[in-house]
């Protein structure tokens, strides 16, 4: 048996609106990410990597091209298909987008329910580890509302983490974060893809993941070369 990179694109073509408003943001993207890799896309604002992240995690539909994520095609898949590869990946965002209804650890309970995989009774317990180590062993009950900026990022990391993804892409994760804990987010990241073999697309933003030495990364790229010429 072969095995097949968890992502792999090819002649990815991407556009936004119709007729005279329509606006090509992809150009050819091709690329493929081995397993366990952390890959850094750079390219200026605007460019299409946080379009490029909602395609690679099944998002949105995939127009033109080829979109493998971990054995799939998604350019033409059923959403039954979209789904099951969803399940697969752990999202952080820019906005953490969690539940205000709920609390930091029923929020991080959430996160690994939708994954499927592991018992009621371990839900609970998984989420208050991963809370504890992101330093929110205090603030379990409080709702996001009651929490700072970075303390809701940091449950919204836990939330991606707990259920242990085959892949994990974050979307500028420490951009509300202070430079101490970007940094150990991104360290957190990379153990993560050490012990677990997880996939890493990381679009980055603050200077905090540039304080790490860059040989730390196994792979650094820039998808986007070619739409900019364009
Ligand atoms: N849903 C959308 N509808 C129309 N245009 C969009 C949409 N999402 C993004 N765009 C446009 O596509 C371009 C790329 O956006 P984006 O992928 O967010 O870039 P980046 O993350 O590199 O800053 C921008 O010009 C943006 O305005
Ligand atoms: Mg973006």
Do not use: Y
Request: net charge positive; proline share 4%.
């Amino acid at each position: 048996m072969t095995v097949t990179a968890p992502i792999v694109v090819h002649g990815l073509n991407h556009a936004f609106g119709k007729g005279a408003l329509r606006k090509q943001i992809l150009f050819d993207i091709g690329t493929e990410i081995p397993q366990a890799e952390i890959v850094i896309v750079t390219g200026p604002s605007g460019s299409g990597k946080t379009t490029l992240l909602t395609l690679v995690g099944a998002l949105r539909s995939t127009q033109e091209g080829s979109v493998q994520v971990l054995g799939q095609e998604l350019c033409g898949a059923k959403p039954a298909i979209l789904e099951k590869v969803r399940k697969q990946i752990g999202f952080i965002f820019q906005q953490h987008n969690l539940l205000n209804a709920l609390t930091a650890l029923q929020n991080v309970e959430l996160g690994a329910r939708v994954r499927g995989k592991f018992r009621h009774s371990e839900i609970t317990e998984r989420a208050r580890q991963i809370l504890q180590a992101v330093d929110l062993g205090e603030r379990m009950n409080h709702h996001p509302e009651q929490l700072s900026g970075g303390q809701r990022q940091r449950v919204a990391i836990a939330r991606a983490l707990v259920g242990e993804p085959a892949m994990l892409l974050a979307d500028e994760p420490t951009a509300s974060l202070d430079k101490q804990s970007g940094r150990e987010v991104v360290e957190r990241m990379q153990s993560l893809a050490r012990e677990h073999g997880t996939t890493i697309l990381l679009l980055p933003m603050t200077t905090a993941f540039w304080t790490l030495p860059t040989a730390s990364f196994t792979s650094k790229m820039d998808v986007f070369q070619r739409s900019q010429i364009q």
